[in-house]
């Protein structure tokens, strides 16, 4: 998790500086482990708030924890420097009310950074539905990048970057998909972690072009228009 947690934080640190004066808020923070991570690195200010209730992890209570819905929140405007939802977006019931409420929470020169799977990425065309984005039965919404960045359009965003990746592995979606096609729904765990690394390993050279190539992922950095 933490080299995960690192790379979400490489990919931040080249569109905004965090210091130890900056807010940080994670919608769909899960345990916390992201923002516990930049608390560690910058010991800025963290904040998150998830649906689930009874979140523990060693160090939780050092977030600023909102529990429910990101939209039906208490959180304040104008507060957050960085705003984050990693793989939040296509899991959401109302993405409209939940830009507007990033937005209103935004400084007026934050960013807010998205992360989704990509509906017209080259593993969707290869899997189709055998594809993890859409074999997620907890998935509620898909983009391609059109329709992605329609929705933050239409919502007052402007959009300062447009990424043909993400934070998030695309090589779980190449062996998953993978998977799928060969044997169908359900990974057996006790099966797969030889084939998973190894597969990794003969994949490393496809790997260091994800940047390039548009595997699964896109990322979005935006601010209010």
């Not at 998790?1 to 569109?15: A, G, S």
């Not at 130890?20 to 992201?34: R, W």
């Not at 935004?106 to 539905?129: A, C, H, M, Q, W």
Request: proline letters at 5%; a positive charge.
């Amino acid at each position: 998790m933490q080299k995960h947690d690192r790379d979400k934080e490489k990919l931040v640190r080249n569109y905004i500086k965090i210091t130890k004066d900056s807010a940080v808020l994670d919608v769909g923070c899960a345990v916390g482990t992201f923002l516990l991570y930049m608390k560690d690195k910058f010991d800025c200010k963290i904040s998150g708030v998830d649906f689930k209730e009874g979140l523990t992890y060693p160090g939780f209570d050092k977030i600023d924890f909102y529990q429910g819905l990101f939209y039906e929140s208490s959180i304040p405007e104008n507060s957050y420097d960085l705003i984050t939802m990693w793989h939040f977006l296509e899991h959401c019931y109302d993405p409209n009310k939940s830009l507007q409420m990033a937005k209103k929470s935004l400084k007026d020169d934050g960013r807010l950074i998205i992360e989704v799977p990509r509906l017209d990425s080259l593993t969707f065309k290869l899997f189709k539905n055998r594809w993890p984005g859409v074999q997620a039965p907890q998935h509620t919404a898909l983009y391609d990048k059109k329709s992605f960045l329609k929705l933050l359009e239409n919502n007052g965003l402007l959009i300062e970057k447009h990424l043909p990746y993400g934070a998030f592995p695309p090589y779980f979606y190449i062996f998953t998909g993978s998977y799928f096609k060969l044997f169908g729904k359900g990974l057996k765990l006790d099966k797969i972690i030889a084939p998973y690394f190894s597969g990794q390993l003969l994949l490393t050279p496809l790997l260091a072009l994800q940047k390039y190539l548009n595997l699964s992922m896109q990322t979005v950095v935006c601010k209010k228009r």
